[in-house]
């Protein structure tokens, strides 16, 4: 069979649970497509996958209330023995990309990581991914009797329901004790659009200036253009704006119809983040800055300037 | 408390990447110590500094003989010694855990820090495979930590924001910006460097070898249309972007 391991989040089933579906599908390896959900009182997130897989298992239990790698590779693991797996999806999130390698360990397995294609070749699976920050691709490929594979959000289309709801049934687990204990959290929330969901997302860099700036400019253009907002790491450096907004390598990777770097120089580790956007538009004082040579629109000025003409004519 | 401390070489991010035939060509570009694994021998040296037990700090890279210089960087930094596994077979993250692991019993090693994510391969799987085959907890994106006897805490990035955590060693931490700010090399401590231990294995000892198989290589160009607005009158240019945006790319309303 081939195991999806579910994502979700706030009792709800995510999108990228449903881009793995269409992963399985486009792989083109048999067997039943089976959605493992692992986490506590997940009944209404088991119905949903069970809306687009042949059939789905649930592990309710207290102790997966929290997310743990441990755990979830534990859970994992001793499902896919137990099913016979010889595919597993997990998602490409930083979660999914912090379990999944214990998972291949586990099954002495190999691991195609990121996988933004997916297709069996004979008895081997096939798995295009990004690499050297994001400006190569590689294709890449692995033999064995179970494959783990880790799906790059964002690189498959959602599946839609199949209006034939796949069988669900519970399981037990052998779980370990959890040895990290979370002594405290922070969810960065936003009233905006979510960065990662987001068509347009306006991004502001160093050349924005000051914090209060880049209120009045990045997000006073994003509000008038219904965008979400994204910063540099220099930006974020800087104390000006919250992590959760930083794109690029050790930032967020980002997806957008159209991406608007406002004051950004186009730094590769930046770029590695938002490089595969569909538009990328660039506004920044020096013509020979190298975001304009990734860029499909630009504007060779002043921000201070530029920002508040674009936001006045959005506004008309 | 023994810290390992991974090291790997990868093309300066400035340095165009080529390919060549059905892989990435890596000579003649200019190849540096990982960013992300920079964090990781400052952390272990700043744990040092700041009282924390550290016996020893010992940097170990897989791969080679040129990466022989991103170790000497480790050296120079202020690693106490260095281990070198040398082979020109790349390994993947899977494989390449089954070596440090192996390093990391034989050291005795408590506490081991890598990179949260190389810049060559784009691969974040090293940490948590190693953490797997040693049976230890890892600590992911980690960008505060401390060490008090046994104790491990510290902050770490997660999926929806960041969360305060404790663990015991032994322990895999992955290290990322925000946790420090590498040092650079003083002359006196390069020059001091050349006399520290460099010991090398063969990668025949560990018996790892590759999973996965790269198939081909490319470079991901894609056409820009590259227009470019002269902003010296900002309400025509505001007015040209916008129209190009609703009209061309057809991106906003
Ligand atoms: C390991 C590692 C990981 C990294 N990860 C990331 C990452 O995830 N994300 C990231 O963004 N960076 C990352 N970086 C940093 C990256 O290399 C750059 O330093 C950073 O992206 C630069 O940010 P910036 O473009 O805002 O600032 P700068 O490079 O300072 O550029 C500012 C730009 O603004 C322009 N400008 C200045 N004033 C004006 C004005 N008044 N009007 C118009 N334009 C103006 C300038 O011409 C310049 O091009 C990483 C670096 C390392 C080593």
Known sequence: MILIVAEHTNGKLSKSTLEMVSAARSAGREGPITVLVLGQGVAAIANEAAQVADQVLVADHAALAQYNAELWAAATTQIAQEGEAHTILIGGSRSGREYAPRVAVKLDAPYLEDAISLQAQGAALRAQRYTYLARVTETVEAEGAVVVVSVKPGSFPAAEATGAAGEQYDVDLDLPAARVQVTGKTVEKTSRVPLGEADVVVTGGRGVGSPENFSSLVEGLADAIGAGVGATRAVVDAGWRPYAEQVGQTGKTVQPKAYIAVGVSGAVQHLSGMGKSKYIVAINKDAEAPIFKVADYGIVGDVNVIVPALIEAARK | ?253
């Open chain 2, 1 to 253: 408390m023994k810290i390992l401390t991974l090291v790997r070489q990868v093309p300066d991010a400035e340095a165009r990447v080529r390919v060549q035939g059905t892989t990435v060509d890596l000579e003649g570009t200019t190849l540096v110590m990982d960013g992300m694994d920079e964090y990781g021998v400052e952390e272990a040296l700043r744990l040092r500094e700041n009282g924390a037990n550290v016996e020893e700090i010992v940097a170990l890279a897989v791969g080679p003989k040129r990466v022989e210089d991103a170790l000497r960087t480790a050296l120079a930094m202020g690693a106490d010694r260095a281990i070198h596994v040398e082979t020109d077979t790349p390994l993947d993250p899977i494989a390449l855990s089954q070596v440090v692991a192996q390093v990391a019993q034989t050291e005795g090693a408590q506490l081991i820090l890598v990179g949260g994510q190389e810049a060559d391969w784009d691969s974040q799987a090293l940490g948590a495979a190693t953490a797997e085959r040693l049976g230890w907890p890892q600590l992911t994106w980690t960008n505060e930590l401390n060490v008090d006897g046994d104790t491990l805490t510290g902050r770490h990035d997660v999926d929806e924001g960041n969360e305060s955590f404790q663990a015991t060693l032994p322990a895999v931490v992955t290290t990322q910006q925000g946790l420090n700010e590498p040092r650079y090399p003083t002359l006196p401590n390069i020059m001091k460097a050349k006399k520290k231990e460099l010991r090398k294995d063969d990668l025949g000892q560990y018996g790892a070898t590759p999973k996965v198989r790269v198939v081909s290589a490319e470079i991901q160009t894609r056409a820009r249309l590259n227009k470019v607005i002269d902003g010296k009158d900002p309400q025509a240019a505001a007015q040209e972007l916008l129209g190009l945006l609703r009209n061309e790319a057809k991106v906003i309303a």
